[in-house]
C-alpha cells in the first residue's frame, strides 16, 4: 500500500473507495490502511455482478460494471506486477 501514497499526494484522497468484496479490498490490511487515511470503504450489493446482466435489459442502473473493469485492471497492472528495488 505503499505504492497508494504517492498517487494519493498527486491526485488526492477521494471520500470513498466503492468496491467489490473481492479480497483485494475486503482484506484486513486495505481495511485498515483505509481507515488510517480516513477513505470511507464502500461495498456494491451482493449479487450485484449477477443483476447486471439484467440491468442492460430492464434499463435500471447498475452497480459493478466500471468496478470490475478496475478490478481487472489493478490485479493485472499493480498486484500482479513484480516490483524490486534492486537488481543485486
Do not use: H
Not at 498527486?10 to 483505509?34: C, H, T, V
Not at 478496475?70 to 499493480?78: C, D, H, K, Q
Amino acid at each position: 500500500m505503499e505504492a497508494l501514497y504517492p498517487l494519493l499526494l498527486r491526485r488526492g484522497k477521494p471520500d470513498y473507495i466503492r468496491s467489490d468484496n473481492g479480497p483485494e479490498f475486503s482484506a484486513a490490511p486495505f481495511q485498515d490502511w483505509l481507515w488510517l487515511v480516513g477513505i470511507e470503504p464502500i461495498r456494491i450489493y451482493p449479487g450485484s455482478p449477477t443483476r447486471r446482466r439484467f440491468a442492460c435489459l430492464s434499463g435500471k442502473a447498475w452497480d459493478n460494471g466500471y468496478n470490475e473493469r478496475f478490478n481487472g485492471t489493478l490485479r493485472s497492472e499493480v498486484l500482479n506486477a513484480e516490483w524490486f528495488a534492486t537488481t543485486r
